[in-house]
DNA sequence: CATAGCTTGTGAATTACTTCACAAGCGCCA
DNA sequence: TGGCGCTTGTGAAGTAATTCACAAGCTATG
């Protein structure tokens, strides 16, 4: 399959959020067009995406709701489970570990790593707070597919060298740092400093 | 001034984040290699991204470490303070109001709304939850140049509505759903939801 | 069953973004 | 001062993403 840009895949979960909310309307089928409407995009740029894997719709008469959102499901992995252990128990990573939003997607939270003498061992959200020594060994007999990162910047850099060889090769980032990793793992960040400072460039330079 | 691509801003709050780094400890000056490195992309990249805003290194020599995060820091707007209300008093919105970041970075969250009849009136985290209806009026004696979005789906469209009447033009959307809002008015999402759907697309579909 | 009205799927054209490649400039040293 | 090594700034080239535009195909209707 050739390569998909991570535009594209942003999209797709977009597109299948809305087919969500119009299952649950009854909505039997929809166009590209009213789909690119609901993502603030072209129906001709939702026909290509979905091009890129097949051929879904049918002419004169749009997508089957149902149809379409199962593919998209398919297509993005979402049929399986996934399991995740998060990495740093301090605030960040406790409001995660609260997130609802996991599991109700399939992302199952199955541990907790500190290196934080203090707190390892420790009861915390349904888990006990593990040494991110252990978890190379962990994870040998417990897989985990995904790390979620809440570290502070400094220590990040020697988390994600663990991470990466206890074998995970997905990483979500809430670290304000960026990682240096193989090639054969997958990072996504999520930087709030930067979506600010987006904002703020936005504000500064309006009609310029 | 020629339109700025937003991975280009991205990529400029990336290198302040070092040169804020190198700067305490001690560099004077960097090159755009050392830059590109830190930020997973080519130096001339950096220099291209740079080259938009003006010259500001010295061949031979590279740039100097205060001086253009000064200037990268002026780019982004992140001289002035920015007033910011964060609409949706629970789970979300309430990590948000203990998040340090803001305040650290000149943002200063000075209001809470919700619509919950319940929550309104309640102290919550140094601020009084105000109700939704009254942003309007409000913003009309306190500015607020940012509102902060982490409303459940549902509510979110009426929310929009409400904020661009009251004038704000940057929205941060941590709502799982897309904003409509007008072309003067810009967002930025953070939605946890796709940052993971990205991960599980990336772990089905690898080496194909 | 023929026609009218829609909507898909997709090459081609366009636009946006990134990388190349090199002249020009700076600092150091003999 | 002149030459060498290094690094910027930037047109030109190359690559990637988006939009255009239209033939092809489906449904409904009379």
New interface residues.
Partial sequence: ?KR?A?ST??R???Y???LEGKEREGLKTISSDELAR???TTSAQVRKDLSLFGSFGKRGLGYSVPELSGKLRE????G?E?QVCIVGAG??GA?LA??R??AE?G?NVTAVYDSDEAKIGKRWENLTVRSIAELERDAAKQHF??AVLATPGESTAGVVKQVVRAGI????NFA???L?VPG?V?V?N?????????????????G?
Same sequence: chains 1, 2.
Avoid at 169 to 172: E, F, R, S, Y
């Fill in positions: 399959m998909i991570e895949v942003r797709l979960s977009l299948l959020s809305f609901l993502g603030g297509i993005l992995g979402l399986k996934w605030k960040i409001a609260r997130y939003g996991f997607r992302f597919d995904i090769k997905a990483i979500l304000p740092v960026q240096t054969d997958t996504r999520v930087n709030m400093a930067m979506e600010l400072e987006g904002l703020s460039f936005a504000l500064s330079n309006r310029e």
